[in-house]
């Protein structure tokens, strides 16, 4: 059974660093062109794409965040870290993470998220 | 970026009756394997997104047959032939051709 958990601070002070982890069972961040991602939705808003990871560490970010944004995995721990810095009231949003799974050439499909995490920015 | 559009916004349905999402996209998202590189999703309320549809036609696993996807190109279409009560919540199409981008969302609930 595949899951994915997100966890992380509920509440962010501004200009400090935001991390979240996604904790994945069912699959292995080994797995071959297995892959994760990280999404966000502001309250009553869109979602919004923001990174994925993949087993062979291929990384990619949305332009518009790309200097704030890291994102890494522990494949030990069947973890993927996202880091977002400087971070200010509007990225107050559920963060979620989902599993790519690779189809055919290059598309890749998010087939499981997680219940998503709510964090607040504010002083 | 591949900006996506849909329409209508809300839909306010009658159970029972179909129902019609439109999305486009800015740029063709048909792959030269001839698949439409487009996605739907359906957030419940109170729930994370579900994949409903990929490719633009295919129903995602457990998603019932009353759903169907259709278009090519920048234009497509989610339809349902007959809304039931657990189709509320908010529909997104999303590209996956370049880094994935979605639409606005369309709020469906019943009348």
């Known amino acids: 059974q595949v899951t994915l958990k997100e966890s992380g601070p509920v509440l962010v002070k501004p200009t400090e660093t935001l991390t979240l982890t996604c904790t994945v069972s069912?699959?292995?961040?080994?797995?071959?062109?297995?892959?994760v991602t990280w999404i966000r939705q502001p309250p009553g808003k869109a979602l919004e794409w923001l990174a994925h990871?993949?087993?062979?560490?291929?990384?990619s970010y949305t332009t518009s965040l790309k200097s704030r944004l890291t994102i890494s995995k522990d494949t030990s721990k069947s973890q993927v870290v996202l880091t977002l810095a400087s971070v200010d009231p509007v990225d107050t949003a559920t963060y979620y993470c989902?599993?790519?799974?690779?189809?055919?050439?290059?598309?890749?499909?998010?087939?499981?998220w997680g219940q998503g995490t709510l964090v607040t920015v504010s002083s | 970026d591949i900006v996506m559009t849909q329409s209508p916004l809300s839909l306010p349905v009658t159970p029972g009756e179909p129902a019609s999402i439109s999305c486009r996209s800015s740029q063709s998202l048909l792959h030269s394997n001839g698949y439409n590189y487009l996605d739907w999703f359906l957030q419940k309320p109170g729930q994370s997104p579900q994949l409903l549809m990929y490719l633009g036609f295919i129903r995602a696993s457990g998603v019932p047959d009353r759903f169907s996807g259709s278009g090519t190109g920048t234009n497509f279409t989610l339809k349902i032939s007959r809304v039931e009560a657990e189709d509320v919540g908010v529909y997104y199409c999303m590209q996956a051709l370049q880094t994935p981008t979605f639409g606005p969302g369309t709020k469906m609930d019943f009348k």
């Open positions: 069912g699959f292995s961040l080994n797995n071959a062109r297995m892959g």
């Open positions: 989902a599993r790519i799974l690779p189809l055919r050439d290059g598309y890749n499909q998010f087939d499981y």
């Open positions: 990871i993949f087993s062979n560490d291929e990384k």
